[in-house]
Every structure is written in C-alpha cells, then in structure tokens.
C-alpha cells in the first residue's frame, strides 16, 4: 500500500504541474513563479484571492473553473497531513509504516509553519509578525520632527494672537454656561499622564510592541502636522479673559528656534511650565487624551474591562477638564476628539484589508501607511 505526500509538502514546480494538469498551464508564471505559490498556498487559495490584487485574474471563467478544482483539492486533503490525491511529484511514492507517519508528522510541522506570505522573497510564518525594527526607528524620527514642528508653528502663532480687547472671546455655549474651575486643565493634563503611563505599560507587556508604537507614532505624527495647518492658517481669539495672552515678538530667528525648543522639551504641558496661546482650533490635549485611549482599548485583551472602562473614564473626564478650565473652545475639543477616532478606525480598517494593504492607490494616497503596513497581515492579536 503506497501513500501520496500532502499538497501541502508541495513545491512550487509540482504546484506548476498541477496547474498544467487541470489546463491552466497560462497562470503558471503568474503563480509559481512571481509569486511563488507553493502546496501550503494553494491550499488557501480562494476565489477573493484570484478576483484581487495582486493575482487579479482577467477572466471570470477561468476563476470560476479554478476555484472549482482547488475546492476539489482542499476536501481531498487529509486533515492529518497526507492528501487523498496522487498524480504530482516526483517524491511522492511513500511507503506506509514509519514512512507514513514520518509524511504525517512532517505535515503537521507544515501545517503548523507553512509560509503565510512572502516578503521581499523570504517566507513569513503563520502568526509571527516581523517587527521591522527599522520602520519604527524612522517613523519615531517622523513624528520627532512633527513635533518640532508643531512647536516652532506654535511660536509662531503666538506672534499673532489676536489682541482679546478688540478680539474679544466668541460665544460658546459651555464655556458661556459652565464657570471656569482654575485647577481643571492641570487635572487634564494628569489624565494624559496616567493614559500614558498605561500605554507604555501596554507596549512593554505586548508581543508585537514595535508595530503597535509604529502605528501610535505614524497616527500622531499625522494628526499633529493636520494640526500645525489648521492653527497657522487661522487665528481665533483666546476663549477666556483669564488668559494673558497678546501678541509676542521674537528678536530673531534663534530666539524662536530657543523657544520652540523649550515647548518640545516641555511637550507643550502646563505641568512642565510651558504656557502657549493661539494654538487652537483643534486642542492637542484632546488628541493625546483620545489617542491614548484608543490604544489601549484597541491592544489589552477584550476582557480586560476595568483597564478599558478605566481608559475611557480618563480620556472623558481629561476633555471635560480641558473645556471646565476655558482652555479651548467646544469646537475645538469636538473636532480634535472625531478627527483621531475616525482617522484611528480608518487606518486600522485599512491595515486589516490585504488588498489595499499593497495596492497603488494606497501608495499614492497614503504612502506613510502603504510603508509601515506592508509586510503586515492582518490585524495585530493582542498577545
């Protein structure tokens, strides 16, 4: 009694003779040899997989017909490793016996390690991540300069705060209805604190810590520079008459360089003894306090829920202290508050679809992501 070694084992030339076999001989140098199809990838192939990018088969017939046969030979194939079918190969003839069940046990190993993708020509295992530790030290230095950026914007709006006696406060209803708590946006900033404390936390106990502080650095990096826009292009005037704000004249280039310095150093916080005015429109406390949690929620287990009820209390009450201290007005804190949840949920749905992971459009549209991205599959399990 002889047994055929599981398509799984298979090569990407028996790949190819199997292809050739069931007449779709035109497709061989599209799968096996651009992108190296081999046993364990066909075997997951799907008809998602041929209509999409990167395979994108022009014909429907032809993805109906394959996606016929492949079912045919995935309800061939053994669960325990060794197929049911027996034409390919030229290593196919396997005695029973310890032959056999050497053929098993190397399945199942198969089973268990088979390659999952391919990046750059090297296989990447089912359920390991490759950190990509390079993508994470650029994408720190991003959003380093961000930073930085924003710090020298803020020196710059300051300049040209409007004067508060011929700008006086616009009218808002929560600020026009709730006094003013003087100790609230240091309670705010205590928040942000203990949000990021839990972060970090998250970071250091998370198997995949360098994708998920890359996707927390790239998201920051983007809203900030939205930021560094909006407050340049447009000054309001201060929301409150309690603070000493007017406009601020450097000597020179240095002197503002110093002092965006110091707001880096500081990072813009009121704990550190960094005092702005005429960064608003949209509150950067209310990023940070949002982004924070969202993290934390998105990457701690699921029933972990006093951490995340916990996370959403601090992120809550941190935006009501911004806005009970009359330090931003209430379209300030509501547009800071949906640009990063919906730019957090539109980048996490992106990065769970494979397709346009590694599509142009992407690349054009969104090349930070198409670059920190592209050699992960799927979403991050949270281990």
């Known amino acids: 009694m002889v047994e055929w070694a599981g398509a799984e084992l298979w090569s990407t030339e028996q790949v190819s003779h199997w292809l050739k076999d069931q007449g779709f001989g035109q497709y061989v140098d599209l799968l096996c040899v651009k992108h190296r199809l081999d046993g364990a990838g066909l075997l997951s192939l799907t008809e998602n997989d041929l209509r ?59 089973e268990e390690d088979h390659c999952h993708g391919y990046s750059k020509g090297k296989c990447k295992r089912r359920g390991r991540l490759d950190p990509e530790y390079w993508k994470t030290a650029l994408i720190t230095v991003y959003v380093t300069l961000v930073f930085g950026i924003t710090s020298f914007i803020m020196v710059l709006v300051h300049e040209k705060v409007p004067d508060i006696h011929t700008y006086p406060p616009l009218p808002d ?36 810590r360098s994708i998920l502080f890359r996707r927390f650095c790239s998201l920051m990096g983007t809203v900030f520079l939205l930021r560094c826009v909006t407050m340049f292009v447009t000054s309001l005037s201060v929301p409150g008459r309690h603070l000493q704000c007017s406009g601020k004249m450097y000597s020179d280039l240095w002197a503002k360089l110093y002092r965006a310095l110091q707001i880096w150093a500081g990072l813009g916080m009121s704990l550190t003894g960094v005092h702005t005015c005429g960064d608003y429109m949209f509150s950067g406390h209310t990023v940070v306090l949002t982004m924070l949690n969202f993290f934390i929620t998105e990457y701690t287990p699921h029933k972990w829920h006093l951490v995340h009820t916990l996370s959403w209390v601090l992120n809550l ?14 379209i300030d804190v509501f547009i800071a508050f949906y640009i990063t949840t919906r730019l957090f949920l539109y980048y996490h749905t992106l990065s769970s679809t494979h397709a346009i992971q590694h599509s142009r459009r992407a690349r054009v549209w969104f090349p930070l992501f198409s670059f920190s991205e592209s050699n992960v599959n799927g979403p991050v399990p949270n281990k």
């Open 52 to 110: 999409s990018p990167p395979l994108q088969l022009p014909l429907l017939g032809d993805i109906k017909r394959l996606t016929l046969v492949l079912r045919s030979l995935q309800r061939q194939y053994d669960p325990n490793g060794v197929s049911k079918s027996h034409e390919y190969g030229p290593d196919r003839w396997l005695w029973n016996g310890r032959g056999c069940n050497k053929v098993a046990a190397a399945a199942t190993v198969a």
């Open 173 to 208: 209803i929560f600020l026009d209805s709730v006094p003013r708590i003087p100790w609230a946006f240091a309670m705010a900033e205590g928040c942000a604190v203990v949000l990021g404390c839990m972060l970090v936390l998250t970071l250091l106990l998370h198997r995949h």
């Open 317 to 330: 009450f941190g935006i009501f202290f911004i806005l009970a201290a009359h330090e931003h007005y209430s």
